[in-house]
């Protein structure tokens, strides 16, 4: 979480004691009929949720609550089933009644009583595993200097979102114009990914360090970015800078990465954060027919963040970056580093070929000429500029988009090199991608990532690289 939970718990507490109140006063009405059905009503609702997000739940393969939709007509069958357990808790406690009325009250006290007894147990169980997120200190990835580069040297990396390599051909169809708009690069198609996921890959894109689900994600993200290569560029005084979403950086990462700092409080937000976890909430809980009420994108409880906070949104990326006129060039730094992470073509697909936004929808295709328009108007800007031949740039992606997103893009361009465009089938991988950053400063880069870099390797070799494919639902 991005944000301080104990706010937000606050909140949640409040609403709890309210609702106690309410529902306190519905089961103490006058001992009769509408009594009786109140709370054979109220043990039945607490019955259905507590099997449904505990143990109905299914993963539906696809919306996910990542922006794409979920595809509710293909579960037909679960909704049956799901509808029947609901209608089984549903008449329980009545059936109850009508069965052992004597014992009616007896048996509802006690299976409520169990009921929270069990989820009690629950709750002090999550707490206790997550006691060091409750007190911890957030860090906010700021959008300071991001178009800022250094007049001298710089190395611009784009890390897409499921930009797979077989899009490039797209790449190539848009853009007839490409070789020469990608003078001095290298087109290397046989790179493998950390993993699959962006969870699992962009951190270990970055870091060289792989999450295998031996500790909670939190913890990995926590111990990650302590003496990283980005400790050696901050050694030789580059100025670094990551723009990508705030949840991948751990407490280490200000210590070398300019933009990453203390996050700042919005008191305001959290009442709004607050309903949009409740609605999270009934998603999980409710019926499998009432899901699609309370179906989101998770992206909404980003929009909360402060307006300084980097968040993932090609269309105001690009937006903001023509309405300041581009890049611009400073001397208080010689050399610097800049990490755009962009959505790529990652789904739901919303931007025009112009890289304008378009919430009605548009095209994979229209998505991939998007975010090229605006990687190429960077790259036309620093040679307008005259730091392109000094420049190095990556174009690269975290994950692909097919099969198990396995084969991003990658085009790499050297310091030093204006001239032609070539073909690699070096078999590279992302976790070469830390050691690479660290060779233009240090010998010794064998110990980040794979401990070699893309260049090491040519198209005769040989060589085992490793790919942690994500399991589980989540």
């Known amino acids: 979480l991005w944000f301080d939970f104990q706010s937000v718990l606050i909140v949640s507490l409040a609403l709890s004691v309210v609702g106690f109140l309410i529902f306190w006063l519905l089961s103490a009405l006058p001992k009769n009929m509408i009594h009786t059905g109140v709370c054979c009503l109220l043990f039945a609702a607490a019955l259905g949720l507590f099997i449904q997000g505990n143990f109905l739940n299914i993963d539906y393969g696809s919306g996910v609550l990542d922006g794409s939709e979920i595809a509710w007509k293909d579960y037909t069958t679960y909704g049956a089933i799901n509808s029947a357990v609901w209608s089984a808790c549903l008449a329980m406690p009545f059936a109850f009644w009508m069965v052992f009325r004597a014992q009616w009250r007896k048996i509802l006290i006690f299976s409520s009583l169990l009921l929270v007894l069990v989820q009690g147990i629950i709750l002090t169980s999550s707490i206790t595993q997550n006691s060091s997120n409750l007190n911890k200190v957030t860090y906010e990835a700021t959008r300071e200097g991001i178009y800022e580069l250094s007049d001298d040297e710089n190395t611009v990396v784009f890390?897409?979102?499921?930009?797979?390599?077989?899009?490039?051909?797209?790449?190539?169809?848009?853009?007839?114009?490409?070789?020469?708009?990608?003078?001095?690069?290298t087109e290397y198609d046989n790179l493998l990914a950390t993993g699959s996921g962006s969870s699992v890959a962009l951190p270990s894109l970055l870091t060289g360090e792989v999450f295998t689900k031996q500790t909670q994600f939190d913890t990995y993200i926590d111990t990650i970015w302590d003496d990283t290569v980005y400790s050696v560029l901050n050694e030789n005084k580059v100025d670094t800078r990551i723009f990508a979403?705030?949840?991948?950086?751990?407490?280490?990462?200000?210590?070398?990465i300019e933009n990453i700092v203390d996050y700042m409080d919005s008191p305001s937000a959290y009442f709004s954060m607050a309903s949009t976890i409740y609605k999270y909430a009934a998603y999980t809980y409710s019926p499998h027919y009432l899901k699609q009420f309370f179906w989101m994108d998770l992206k909404t409880i980003s929009s909360y963040k402060s307006e300084n906070t980097y968040s993932l949104n090609d269309a105001q990326f690009y937006a903001d970056y023509v309405a300041g006129q581009g890049f611009t060039y400073t001397d208080e730094y010689s050399d610097s580093l800049r990490i755009y992470n962009l959505n790529g073509a990652k789904p739901p697909y919303t931007l025009t070929k112009s890289t304008l936004k378009n919430d009605s929808g548009?095209?994979?295709?229209?998505?991939?000429?998007?975010?090229?328009?605006?990687?190429f108007s960077m790259i036309d800007d620093m040679k307008e500029n005259g730091v392109y031949e000094n420049a190095n740039i990556i174009i690269t992606a975290n994950i692909g988009n097919k099969g198990l997103a396995q084969n991003?893009?990658?085009?790499?361009?050297?310091?030093?090199?204006?001239?032609?465009?070539?073909?690699?089938?070096?078999?590279?991988?992302?976790?070469?991608?830390?050691?690479?950053?660290?060779?233009?400063?240090?010998?010794?880069?064998?110990?980040?990532?794979?401990?070699?870099?893309?260049?090491?390797?040519?198209?005769?070799?040989?060589?085992?690289?490793?790919?942690?494919?994500?399991?589980?639902?989540?």
Do not use: H, M, W
């Open 362 to 375: 548009t095209t994979l295709n229209d998505q991939i000429q998007g975010c090229f328009n605006c990687v």
């Open 245 to 256: 979403q705030t949840e991948y950086f751990g407490a280490d990462a200000k210590d070398d």
């Open 159 to 185: 890390v897409l979102d499921s930009f797979d390599n077989d899009f490039l051909s797209r790449v190539k169809k848009e853009f007839p114009d490409y070789k020469k708009r990608l003078s001095g690069f």
């Open 408 to 474: 991003p893009v990658l085009l790499i361009k050297e310091a030093g090199k204006t001239k032609g465009y070539n073909k690699s089938t070096a078999p590279v991988s992302a976790f070469d991608f830390a050691p690479s950053l660290a060779s233009k400063y240090t010998d010794n880069y064998e110990d980040f990532g794979s401990g070699k870099t893309y260049l090491d390797f040519e198209e005769k070799d040989t060589r085992t690289r490793y790919f942690y494919k994500n399991t589980g639902a989540n």
